[in-house]
């Protein structure tokens, strides 16, 4: 099995800047198309950044240009670094990615736990 922990969510004022982290965890083999997603209260979850199977970033709209999405293969984490915050950025920031397994060649998806980002007006 595989645990993807998100941490480095917080409260912070408009305009500033956060990065959150995503740790996996557990049987690993490869960790393909890993990606940051969020949810706001009432609102359906949304694909924030992501890394395309071509190993290109993608970014919603409303974030390009202010949010850069990283990885660091060697410690199965990926980050995503938010600068210039707004409050509608506040959801609960969610990592996501397919996971090869040893043994196995079958992806297996997985979610983090979420962490909260509010940005305050």
């Known amino acids: 099995q595989v645990e993807l922990v998100e941490s480095g969510g917080g409260l912070v004022q408009a305009g500033g800047s956060m990065r959150i982290s995503c740790v996996a965890s557990?049987?690993?083999?490869?960790?393909?198309?890993p990606g940051w997603y969020r949810q706001a209260p009432g609102k359906q979850r949304e694909l924030v950044a992501g890394?395309?199977?071509?190993?290109?970033?993608v970014y919603v709209d409303s974030v390009k240009g202010r949010f850069t999405i990283s990885r660091d293969n060697a410690k199965n984490t990926v980050y995503l670094q938010m600068n210039s915050l707004k409050p509608e950025d506040t959801a609960v920031y969610f990592c996501?990615?397919?996971?090869?397994?040893?043994?196995?060649?079958?992806?297996?998806?997985?979610w983090g736990q979420g962490t909260q980002v509010t940005v305050s007006s």
């Open positions: 996501s990615a397919d996971v090869i397994h040893y043994g196995d060649d079958r992806p297996y998806h997985y």
């Open positions: 890394f395309a199977r071509n190993g290109n970033p």
């Open positions: 557990g049987n690993i083999r490869s960790i393909d198309v």
